[in-house]
Nanobody
Framework: QVQLVESGGGLVQAGGSLRLSCAASGRTFSGYTMVWFRRAPGKERDFVAAVFWSAGSTYYADSVKGRFTISRDKAKNTVYLQMNSLEPEDTAVYYC?????????????????WGQGTQVTVSS
C-alpha cells in the first residue's frame, strides 16, 4: 500500500526557513508526479509545487516561485520542500500527494495518494 508521511512543519518567524519532508513507501515511483499542496485556514487546498520523480523537472505556483524549492531523493524515497523567506500568508497545512503519471495536475482531484499533512505556522 502506498503511504506518504509528511514531517518538518513547525512555527517560524517571518523571513525564516523550513524544510518539509515527504517519506514515500509501498512501491517504486518511476513515472510518478510528486506534489505539495497546502490548505490555509478557511480555504481550499492550493497547488504549491510538483516534481517528476524520474526526470526531476519542477513546477511552482506563482505565489512561491523563487522562495520554495521542491526536490526528490530517489535513494531515500523522499520528497522535500525547502521554504525560504516565509511569510504569514504561507501559514497552512502542507500535504504531500502523488499520481502515477508524468503530467502534473494542479488540482487535488488529480492525485491518488495523500499524506496526512504537516502544520506550518509563520508569525509576523
Amino acid at each position: 500500500q502506498v503511504q506518504l508521511v509528511e514531517s518538518g512543519g513547525g512555527l517560524v518567524q517571518a523571513g525564516g526557513s523550513l524544510r518539509l519532508s515527504c517519506a514515500a513507501s509501498g512501491r517504486t515511483f518511476s513515472g510518478y508526479t510528486m506534489v505539495w499542496f497546502r490548505r490555509a485556514p478557511g480555504k481550499e487546498r492550493d497547488f504549491v509545487a510538483a516534481v517528476f520523480w524520474s526526470a526531476g523537472s519542477t513546477y511552482y505556483a506563482d505565489s512561491v516561485k523563487g522562495r520554495f524549492t521542491i526536490s526528490r531523493d530517489k535513494a531515500k524515497n523522499t520528497v522535500y520542500l525547502q521554504m525560504n523567506s516565509l511569510e504569514p500568508e504561507d501559514t497552512a497545512v502542507y500535504y504531500c500527494a502523488a499520481r502515477p503519471s508524468q503530467v502534473a495536475a494542479r488540482t487535488p482531484a488529480g492525485y491518488n495518494y495523500w499524506g496526512q499533512g504537516t502544520q506550518v505556522t509563520v508569525s509576523s
